[in-house]
């Protein structure tokens, strides 16, 4: 029981909250959606929906009873067990995972496991979570702050995480006066409870309460540090970006890209190109980081967090459409339309991506190459089955999306990780038959999460460590559209389906869309406008839909890569 403790106590949401009322538009679908499912949409009564999901010492010891019941040999009491499990829910999933990851575990109870965390992952209650914690933060009852405070270290989903953490900043301060709840909390046992509550202390309050959560920065835990420095950074405290870079060689390595992406917005343009990863230690990006701020501190300005970047072309990958010759390029387009550079291949390519002014990365049939301009190849990587996706990460490991399956390899092509694709409907005792999947689109987020997209246009979310997070139907896909899907912050991903390209949300609602005929793929700019790729044409669209530019495109525009 211990051990469950530890791990579900460990994840905190940072980062992208702020005490900000939820908008119109998201009340309204929140409460339509509460009271379809017959639950209250206003007052204290909303607060009821976390205290049934803030778990005490013997309900987390009854959980852990029965996740061990899962491998009993009496069918009766494995029956109940998953019963148990699936009706508690998320509250279940860690525990699952662990059976999942062990190597004690047997296949048959490996395979129950998977299965409950599909149809948990399936089900609603954590989107119905995330509606209560936006209404919550909409007009707040009493004791919102202290109820959620409590909740948070049973919110494992990021997403979750996320509103709640928006929602404790909306009340953490009142009259300029910082909650009791809040102020306990930043000295609680929990460090998930004291990140939480040092965040939204910050923000609700700015740096006049810098004084306050002070103690924080020097946590004994990285991810408590992490929260405070970055809520500090983000209302402008230029002493702690020092403090952030100090936190590269402490975080954990699923933490490192929230430390990096904030330098790297900072920077923007003066960047440093480093990122942490088996070639780079942490030790070397901090000295090389530390250099950095000491050369550009007295010129940066922290208010450029709130700009956003500059918008500096896009990658277009095209196929030939003369006659019946084959071929494709890959090249860069400015804002201009002028292609300021381009690769041309005899193959017909699946996808590519611009690694440096020598190198590109490009997918031709079942083989993914590193080549140099001229066609050259430093090493090339077959797999079973088509290759629809690949990118190269910051790190310098590269993400990869087939027809079957998705990997991760390292720098040179070797596969590093391969979690379990496959679709499991329900638990039968009888028959072990699992349908593969044919995949259309696929994408990673910078957490780590992996998204992809079936035939059947479902949704699969999978966690870093390659098990079911969420899943969800999203439409139609496009007849033609494929390959990278553009995932975007809060795990929302960009997709081209039948007649629309389409903004979902890790709930799996439209949260925006525009009606177009066989798109190819979509790209999200720094201007919040969308690029469409279609056919040989590539619009750029604004949030209404309206064509504000264009490119016309020497052959079948099939894919986009931003720059």
Same mark, same amino acid.
């Given at each position: 029981?211990?051990?469950?403790?530890?791990?579900?106590?460990?994840?905190?949401?940072?980062?992208?909250?702020?005490?900000?009322?939820?908008?119109?538009?998201?009340?309204?679908?929140?409460?339509?959606?509460?009271?379809?499912?017959?639950?209250?949409?206003?007052?204290?009564?909303?607060?009821? *929906?976390?205290?049934?999901?803030?778990?005490?010492?013997?309900?987390?010891?009854?959980? /852990?009873?029965?996740?061990?019941?899962?491998?009993?040999?009496?069918?009766?009491?494995?029956?109940?067990?998953?019963?148990?499990?699936?009706?508690?829910?998320?509250?279940?999933?860690?525990?699952?995972?662990?059976?999942?990851?062990?190597?004690?575990?047997?296949?048959?109870?490996?395979?129950?496991?998977?299965?409950?965390?599909?149809?948990? /992952?399936?089900?609603?209650? &954590?989107?119905?979570?995330?509606?209560?914690?936006?209404?919550?933060?909409?007009? $707040?009852?009493?004791?919102?702050?202290?109820?959620?405070?409590? *909740?948070?270290?049973?919110?494992?989903?990021?997403?979750?995480?996320?509103?709640?953490?928006?929602?404790?900043?909306?009340?953490?301060?009142?009259?300029?006066?910082?909650?009791? $709840?809040?102020?306990?909390?930043?000295?609680?046992?929990?460090?998930?409870?004291?990140?939480?509550?040092?965040?939204?202390?910050?923000?609700?309050?700015?740096?006049?309460?810098?004084?306050?959560?002070?103690?924080?920065?020097?946590?004994?835990?990285?991810?408590?540090?992490?929260?405070?420095?970055?809520?500090?950074?983000?209302?402008?405290?230029?002493?702690?970006?020092?403090?952030?870079?100090?936190?590269?060689?402490?975080?954990?390595?699923?933490?490192?890209?929230?430390?990096?992406?904030?330098?790297?917005?900072?920077? !923007?343009?003066?960047?440093?190109?480093?990122?942490?990863?088996?070639?780079?230690?942490?030790?070397?990006?901090?000295?090389?980081?530390?250099?950095?701020?000491?050369?550009?501190? !007295?010129?940066?300005?922290?208010?450029?967090?709130?700009?956003?970047?500059?918008?500096?072309?896009?990658?277009?990958?095209?196929?030939?459409?003369?006659?019946?010759?084959?071929?494709?390029?890959?090249?860069?387009?400015?804002?201009?339309?002028?292609?300021?550079?381009?690769?041309?291949?005899? &193959?017909?390519?699946?996808?590519?991506?611009?690694?440096?002014?020598?190198?590109?990365?490009?997918?031709?049939?079942?083989?993914?190459?590193?080549?140099?301009?001229?066609?050259?190849?430093?090493?090339?990587?077959? *797999?079973?089955?088509?290759?629809?996706?690949?990118? =190269?990460?910051?790190?310098?490991?590269?993400?990869?999306?087939?027809?079957?399956?998705?990997?991760?390899?390292?720098?040179?092509?070797?596969?590093?990780?391969?979690?379990?694709?496959?679709?499991?409907?329900?638990?039968?005792?009888? %028959?072990?038959?699992?349908?593969?999947?044919?995949?259309?689109?696929?994408?990673?987020? &910078?957490?780590?999460?992996?998204?992809?997209?079936?035939?059947?246009?479902?949704? %699969?979310?999978?966690?870093?460590?390659?098990?079911?997070? =969420?899943? *969800?139907?999203?439409?139609?896909?496009?007849?033609?559209?494929?390959?990278?899907?553009?995932?975007?912050?809060?795990?929302?991903?960009?997709?081209?389906?039948?007649?629309?390209?389409?903004?979902?949300?890790?709930?799996?609602?439209?949260?925006?869309?525009?009606?177009?005929?066989?798109?190819?793929?979509?790209?999200?700019?720094?201007?919040?406008?969308?690029?469409?790729?279609?056919?040989?044409?590539?619009?750029?669209?604004? &949030?209404?839909?309206?064509?504000?530019?264009?490119?016309?495109?020497?052959?079948?525009?099939?894919?986009?890569?931003?720059?």
């Amino acid at each position: 029981m211990a051990r469950f403790c530890v791990l579900l106590f460990c994840v905190v949401a940072i980062g992208q909250a702020r005490s900000q009322p939820p908008a119109a538009s998201y009340v309204e679908s929140d409460k339509r959606l509460l009271k379809q499912n017959g639950l209250p949409t206003e007052g204290k009564e909303l607060l009821q *929906f976390f205290r049934e999901r803030t778990l005490s010492k013997e309900q987390v010891a009854e959980l /852990a009873k029965q996740a061990k019941n899962l491998a009993s040999t009496n069918f009766a009491e494995r029956k109940k067990a998953a019963a148990f499990l699936l009706k508690a829910g998320a509250l279940s999933r860690d525990l699952l995972r662990d059976i999942v990851k062990s190597p004690g575990s047997d296949l048959e109870t490996v395979r129950r496991a998977e299965t409950l965390l599909a149809q948990i /992952a399936a089900g609603q209650d &954590r989107l119905l979570a995330v509606a209560t914690a936006r209404l919550v933060a909409h007009q $707040p009852p009493p004791e919102s702050g202290q109820t959620l405070l409590d *909740f948070i270290p049973f919110a494992t989903d990021l997403r979750l995480l996320e509103e709640v953490q928006k929602t404790l900043n909306i009340v953490a301060v009142k009259d300029g006066k910082i909650e009791a $709840p809040f102020l306990a909390a930043l000295k609680d046992n929990l460090a998930a409870k004291r990140a939480a509550a040092g965040a939204a202390i910050l923000r609700a309050g700015g740096l006049a309460q810098k004084n306050t959560i002070e103690p924080l920065l020097a946590d004994e835990s990285p991810q408590v540090r992490l929260a405070a420095i970055i809520a500090l950074v983000e209302a402008q405290d230029k002493q702690a970006v020092r403090a952030l870079i100090d936190l590269l060689p402490v975080v954990s390595k699923d933490k490192v890209w929230q430390v990096e992406d904030m330098l790297q917005r900072i920077a !923007q343009e003066k960047a440093p190109d480093i990122h942490v990863g088996a070639k780079t230690p942490a030790k070397l990006a901090q000295a090389i980081w530390n250099t950095w701020w000491q050369t550009n501190q !007295q010129t940066i300005s922290l208010s450029r967090l709130s700009e956003p970047p500059k918008y500096r072309g896009f990658y277009l990958v095209v196929t030939s459409t003369d006659g019946d010759s084959r071929g494709s390029k890959l090249m860069e387009v400015r804002p201009s339309k002028q292609v300021f550079w381009q690769y041309n291949s005899k &193959r017909i390519l699946t996808d590519g991506q611009y690694l440096n002014k020598e190198r590109v990365l490009v997918a031709e049939g079942l083989k993914l190459y590193e080549r140099d301009l001229k066609g050259n190849s430093y090493w090339e990587k077959e *797999f079973d089955d088509p290759v629809i996706a690949h990118e =190269r990460l910051p790190h310098g490991e590269i993400f990869v999306a087939t027809r079957r399956q998705l990997y991760l390899l390292d720098a040179v092509g070797i596969v590093v990780f391969s979690p379990k694709v496959q679709k499991v409907d329900k638990i039968d005792e009888d %028959t072990d038959e699992s349908e593969l999947v044919s995949i259309r689109a696929a994408g990673r987020a &910078r957490d780590g999460h992996m998204v992809y997209l079936n035939q059947d246009g479902e949704c %699969t979310w999978l966690d870093p460590e390659g098990l079911v997070a =969420r899943r *969800f139907k999203v439409g139609e896909f496009s007849q033609n559209g494929a390959g990278m899907i553009d995932v975007l912050a809060g795990q929302r991903i960009l997709l081209p389906l039948a007649d629309k390209v389409a903004e979902i949300d890790g709930d799996g609602n439209m949260a925006w869309h525009v009606k177009t005929q066989s798109a190819n793929a979509a790209l999200r700019l720094p201007n919040g406008n969308t690029l469409v790729a279609s056919g040989q044409r590539v619009l750029e669209v604004d &949030r209404d839909g309206r064509e504000v530019w264009f490119f016309q495109s020497p052959g079948n525009a099939v894919r986009l890569r931003r720059k």
